[in-house]
């Protein structure tokens, strides 16, 4: 949890708005991707905008263009914003975001594994290479995601994410990528990720989604995917969340860098709190009104 401030969202901001049907459950077990209209109050996004804005212009940010010759300054991203920004704190912990992952993804506790900001300036020339988010994290089980909220109105032409479908399914481990560089981390373990869009029938498959501030789109950890450059003259601007279920446990990955309290985990234990803060809990049985025993 944040070590300083307090938050300034509203709990109205954090309120549940819908529940997640049966039909998104499915299309997420199905394609590793689903695509969540309206589940976030809008208003929340735009309260998020000054946090954002905050973070960019702090060092926990990196110009990813940077990696790759850029000068421009067009490809921001940053982690771990909840262990220092109380609205980033709230905004993974309180909002509608842990209920609806765990539904996603059956389990019946869950813990915020990470959060990051991803910011593509209008005109960015960077697209982020297709990957695995599993890859970069010292964590193995089946019950991983990652959320995806955007700022803006965000498609194809400002650099909106594609996805592999069914890609989560396969077998193979891949090695992390530089992210905006194919080429993978030096001394990690597994396969190279294919070159989806040499491939045509893999190019074919990918799929992608027009979406709106309050949208949130949700893929599982082991699903391919990646996006294009920001041609557009909107910034796309999206803070995505990743969660931890039940069967999660840290593992230490050989080559990938790791944070000071990834380093801290045992291998084999599960996430725990206070550094992997517990954000959704099982229900307690309830009482039936005849008996009073639980049903």
């Known amino acids: 949890m944040p070590r300083y401030g307090k938050a300034v969202l509203s709990p109205d901001l954090l309120a549940d708005l819908r529940p997640i049907t049966d039909d998104e459950v499915a299309t997420f077990e199905r394609d590793g991707v689903v695509h969540l209209p309206g589940v976030l109050n809008p208003a929340l996004l735009a309260a998020m905008a000054e946090p954002l804005e905050a973070v960019l212009a ?6 990813l263009g940077a990696m790759v010759g850029g000068t421009d300054g067009t490809f921001a991203a940053g982690t771990d914003h909840f262990r220092t920004h109380p609205d980033f704190a709230a905004f993974s912990c309180r ?5 609806i992952a765990a539904v996603l993804l059956r389990s019946q506790s869950l813990w ?6 991803l910011v593509k300036e209008p005109g960015s020339p960077h697209r982020t290479q297709f990957h695995t988010d599993l890859g970069y994290f010292h964590l193995r089980g089946t019950q991983i995601c990652t959320t995806w909220a955007p700022l803006d109105h965000a498609g194809p032409a400002s650099g909106m994410v594609q996805y592999l479908p069914g890609s989560h399914r396969w077998t193979q481990d891949f090695r992390p990528n530089y992210f905006v560089d194919p080429e993978p981390l030096a001394d990690t373990l597994g396969e190279v990720i294919p070159d989806i869009l040499a491939d045509p029938a893999l190019a074919e498959a990918l ?7 309050g949208d949130v789109v949700i893929h599982h ?3 391919i995917h990646g996006g294009p450059a920001n041609t557009s003259a909107t910034r796309r601007r999206a803070i995505s969340v990743r969660y931890g279920g039940d069967d999660v446990r840290h593992f230490r990955k050989i080559g990938v860098p790791a944070t ?17 803060p517990q954000v959704h809990r099982p229900r307690p049985p309830r009482a039936s009104a005849a008996s009073g025993f639980p049903t």
């Open 58 to 63: 702090s060092p926990e940010v990196a110009d």
């Open 95 to 99: 909002s509608p975001l842990p209920s």
């Open 112 to 117: 915020l594994v990470e959060d990051s900001v």
């Open 207 to 213: 799929i992608t989604f027009e979406v709106a501030p």
């Open 221 to 223: 950890a082991r699903t």
């Open 260 to 276: 000071r309290w990834q380093l801290a985990a045992l291998p084999g234990t599960p996430l725990a709190d206070p550094d992997w």
